[in-house]
């Protein structure tokens, strides 16, 4: 990433999530960086815009094929153990994976709460947290955001139901803090880069 980063001397905490320091112009520059990011480290097909695109299209095309799409696209999307996660899912599910994904991402009630929307996910035999939280990320980016166990352990929010839902409100509350303008997919995104930034300098 260029300009200013988490590492860069000159950079100057302003702001604060959750007992992570940032600053804005490092938060900033971190979320320009998104589709230098997609176009360099996503596999085809898998890009951020395509599978929000597919996550859309679900609200007119729920078939089979359509929901394992998504669903696939998601676990290619969000890297590291992606492909491993998408195979067991359809190994532990086996004909029923549609039916289940089906009734979690379309049947959900738009006023569910966090820890309902993970929860209906995290059901799924083989689908934790961190990727239960990419597919609501992927169905909806203006409200959903994805922690997985990176921003988990930095930040000391469990993976679980509750710990989702405490991430979440104190995410919607640092984005209205701050005056954020773009979606909360995006703001989780610029976050998840510094602190990832954070974690390499450790090292």
Not at 49 to 59: F, I, P, T
Not at 108 to 136: C, E, N, Q, R, W
Not at 188 to 202: D, K, P, S
Request: one cysteine or more; hydrophobic letters at 40%.
């Amino acid at each position: 990433m260029k300009g200013r980063t988490a590492n860069d001397p000159s950079w100057n905490p302003d702001l604060d999530f959750c007992g992570f320091p940032l600053a804005r112009s490092a938060l900033d520059q971190a979320i320009a960086s998104i589709p230098e990011l997609d176009a360099n480290s996503c596999p085809p097909g898998a890009t951020t815009s395509e599978v929000e695109a597919l996550g859309k299209a679900l609200r007119t095309d729920a078939s089979d094929k359509a929901i394992l799409d998504f669903s696939e696209s998601v676990c290619i999307w969000g890297g590291g153990q992606g492909r491993r996660v998408w195979g067991n899912l359809r190994k532990r599910n086996s004909s029923r994976l549609a039916e289940l994904l089906r009734a979690w991402l379309r049947n959900m009630d738009p006023a569910a709460t966090y820890a309902s929307a993970i929860a209906g996910g995290t059901t799924i035999d083989g689908l934790g947290v961190s990727f239960a939280s990419k597919h609501l990320r992927m169905l909806d980016p203006t409200r959903f955001a994805v922690l997985d166990s990176v921003l988990s352990e930095k930040l000391g929010f469990a993976l679980n139901s509750n710990g989702y839902a405490l991430f979440m409100r104190n995410l919607c509350e640092f984005k209205q803090r701050i005056g954020f303008e773009q979606n909360i997919a995006t703001l989780e995104y610029g976050i998840y880069e510094l602190v990832q930034q954070a974690v390499r300098q450790r090292r």
